[in-house]
């Protein structure tokens, strides 16, 4: 019962280089979500999809792409990594006035 | 915007003893609201949730009691253990139909034996 996967659990960058981070659930969900989480930020959200195909920008998009083209799938792109973006990243998926279920996340440095 | 605010600091107390924390919340119509608890190293786990006000969600000896009166939603545990020891985050649903939640700022729980 793997629920939400995220791959890799660890990587380390250079400034500059790109790298694509996947999500995976196995739920049926319609709804999946990117976040990252800093010291004393809680949880801030990037970007979200409601259903295969789509994509929309949450609180903090700057630096980041989705993609979503299987339903099963939610990709996060960075395209020229840069040292703010060290962090640690959850996925987390739901259907529609459900609780969202995360995955055990991606712990991300940029040097 | 809605949002969520969790008392500030991290909380240290001895097991078996009675633990509280504060939360309250900013929003537009009657949104669900939810406790998420992270162990070390893993994910957000739900920890209990309620959807309407005077809900009481309740799990694992936790309870919070939805408040519409004062737009709070404390957490509370007669009698904490060391297992309990983990980041604990308030979160609302943001009604705009896409499930999205609005996170407090989570609060380190630290159980001394």
């Known amino acids: 019962n793997a629920g939400v996967t995220q791959t890799p659990k660890f990587r380390v960058l250079k400034t500059g280089q790109s790298m694509t981070l996947l999500c995976a659930q196995d739920?049926?969900?319609?709804?999946m979500y990117w976040y990252r989480q800093d010291p004393g930020m809680g949880l801030r959200l990037i970007h979200y999809?409601?259903?295969?195909?789509?994509?929309a920008k949450g609180e903090v998009p700057d630096g980041y792409n989705v993609s979503r083209l299987k339903k099963q799938n939610f990709l996060l792109g960075l395209e020229s990594a840069a040292p703010s973006q060290t962090s640690v990243y959850f996925c987390?998926?739901?259907?529609?006035?459900?609780?969202?279920?995360f995955g055990d996340g991606t712990r991300l440095s940029i040097l | 915007g809605d949002s969520v605010t969790q008392m500030e600091g991290p909380v240290t107390l001895s097991e078996e003893a009675f633990l509280t924390i504060n939360c309250t919340y900013t929003?537009?119509?009657?949104?669900?609201l939810f406790w998420y608890v992270q162990y070390p190293g893993e994910g957000l786990q739900l920890l209990l949730k309620?959807?309407?006000?005077?809900d009481k969600g309740s799990n694992k000896g936790f309870e919070a009691t939805y408040r519409k009166e004062t737009t709070s939603f404390h957490l509370e545990k007669g009698s904490v253990q060391v297992s309990d020891s983990a980041v604990y985050f308030c979160?609302?649903?943001?009604?705009?139909?896409?499930?999205?939640?609005?996170f407090g700022k989570g609060n380190q729980v630290v159980v001394i034996p």
């Open positions: 987390a998926s739901s259907m529609a006035n459900q609780p969202q279920h």
């Open positions: 739920m049926n969900h319609e709804y």
């Open positions: 999809s409601v259903g295969e195909g789509t994509t």
């Open positions: 929003a537009t119509g009657y949104p669900s």
């Open positions: 309620a959807t309407k006000a005077d």
């Open positions: 979160a609302l649903s943001v009604l705009d139909g896409n499930n999205r939640l609005a």
